[in-house]
């Protein structure tokens, strides 16, 4: 029996994971747990040691992708762990994503992938947000900018989708800010403990935690824009 799991927060993975009730009171030999969220690697990691402890396989497969990507069946899959429940579950994942990678049997190769992609995101969609303000600011054409953004090197879906958002102010969530800042802060916190210095990831860090203060959890994490836009005075 495969399970999959797929939880927001580190709070609530812990929550439904543990307990009389939980997913650990359930495995037993032959079973299999398949985690999905984005947690720490500590936190997979231990999970991962229980599951195997009470006889069961673990398999770590953060996704990288949003709302669309799932309802698309075009989430892209970051795995680790048990290789024989990676082998088993493949078709399963080739239904729900475009792509799956595998990256060995150490369970915390996979949640390092995803954090190093969503805190490169996260950085990005920071810097699209303060070249909109810049140019708000400034006086010129935001419309224009992000057009020319598109017309470049720079183009991307990011540009062309959360661009548009933040120009409109349009922020239906797709992925929750709350839960990006929750992965650049895991990100920043993984650079902590491998002693690197991650400069841009850390100060873009501080512009979403500047959004959540605003009030701005629930929204889409384009709504960065809104903190870019207060930290210049408009």
Known sequence: ?????????????????EGDDGVLAGVSPGKAIVDCATLTVAR?????????????????APVSGSKKPAEDGAL???????????????????????ATHYYGSEVGGGTK???????TMGSQAAALAEGIALCE??????ESFVEVLKQGAMSS????????????????????????QKDMRFAVQLGDELALSLPVAAASN????????AG?????????????RKNGGK
């Open 157 to 180: 879906p990011l540009v062309a989708g959360k661009g548009a958002a933040m120009l409109k102010r349009a922020y239906e969530p797709q992925f929750p800010l709350q839960h990006a």
């Open 44 to 60: 997979m990691a231990a999970m991962a040691a229980a599951v195997r402890a009470k006889g069961g396989s673990f398999l770590e």
């Open 76 to 98: 892209i899959f970051l795995t680790a762990g048990d290789e024989a429940l990676f082998n088993a579950s493949k078709a399963m994942l080739d239904i729900m994503g475009k």
């Open 1 to 17: 029996t495969i399970t999959f799991c797929m939880l927001s927060t580190l709070e609530a993975s812990l929550a439904v994971f």
């Open 206 to 213: 501080e512009l979403f935690k500047r959004a959540r203060t």
């Open 216 to 228: 701005l959890d629930g929204s889409d994490f384009s709504a960065v824009a809104e903190a870019a």
């Open 137 to 142: 600011a400034a006086g010129i054409s935001s």
């Open 113 to 119: 992938m995803k954090l190093a992609v969503n805190m």
